[in-house]
């Protein structure tokens, strides 16, 4: 069975501050790696992914997770936050041999002026 | 390309009725699936469809079924209402040869009263 954790139900940072999204993953066999983001009323938007190759993968608006196999942990960041970042953030798991994907509980990301 | 659409975008039903969503994937893309997001369980794989076929099922009841038309369009169908149906349906697509690379509709926002 595949699992997702992500420790913080929210993570708070001024503007023009570093933000680090934290996610840990279970499953058998190599990990397929996913952040999604969501604004209210709306359906899940794709940020970037890993499947293999680089542990540092770069993503849409300037955010970037680090892929840390031995600590079986998937962190998204983003070195400069911006107020419009504000919202539902997603890590999603699977294995690459189906579509489903197994996702955290969420960490709402508020960016303060 | 048009991204996915779902329609409709919002619904009110009442318990015991049945519902139908529907979900017309991005062009090119045979694989559809279909998530479920509640505040308490968060995001919930439902289903999901390829060639007209139920390819992989989530945990939920008999009540929550589905199926692919040969356009790839999908459909999905929800009997005899419960008030925990209350819910965001989000409907993801994928390229065959990218299967764990899902993209998302906005999803319909089903209420029961």
């Known amino acids: 069975a595949q699992s997702v954790a992500q420790p913080e139900d929210q993570v708070n940072v001024a503007e023009g501050n570093p933000l680090t999204v934290k996610c840990t993953y279970s499953?058998?066999?190599?990990?397929?790696l996913f952040w999604y983001v969501q604004y209210p009323n709306r359906g899940l938007q794709f940020l970037l992914k890993?499947?293999?190759?680089?542990?540092l993968v770069k993503g849409s608006y300037g955010f970037e997770a680090e892929f840390n196999k031995s600590q079986t942990s998937f962190h998204l960041k983003k070195p400069s936050a911006l107020v419009s970042d504000s919202a539902l953030y997603f890590c999603?798991?699977?294995?690459?041999?189906?579509?489903?994907?197994?996702f955290g509980t969420g960490t709402r990301l508020q960016v303060t002026l | 390309k048009a991204g996915v659409t779902q329609t409709p975008r919002y619904l009110i039903k009442t318990r015991g009725q049945q519902v139908t969503l529907s979900c017309s994937p991005i062009s090119g893309h045979r694989s559809v699936s279909w998530y479920q997001q509640t505040p308490g369980q968060g995001l919930q794989f439902l289903f999901e469809y390829f060639s007209e076929t139920q390819r992989n099922k989530g945990n939920f009841p008999g009540r929550f079924s589905g199926r692919q038309f040969s356009n790839s369009r999908s459909e999905m169908n929800v009997s005899t209402l419960e008030l925990g149906d209350s819910a965001l349906y989000l409907c993801?697509?994928?390229?065959?040869?990218?299967?764990?690379?899902?993209?998302f509709g906005p999803g319909t926002r089903l209420t029961v009263t």
């Open positions: 890993y499947i293999t190759g680089d542990n």
């Open positions: 993801a697509s994928s390229h065959l040869a990218r299967s764990y690379e899902q993209y």
């Open positions: 499953v058998s066999g190599n990990p397929y």
């Open positions: 999603a798991v699977n294995t690459g041999t189906a579509s489903k994907l197994t």
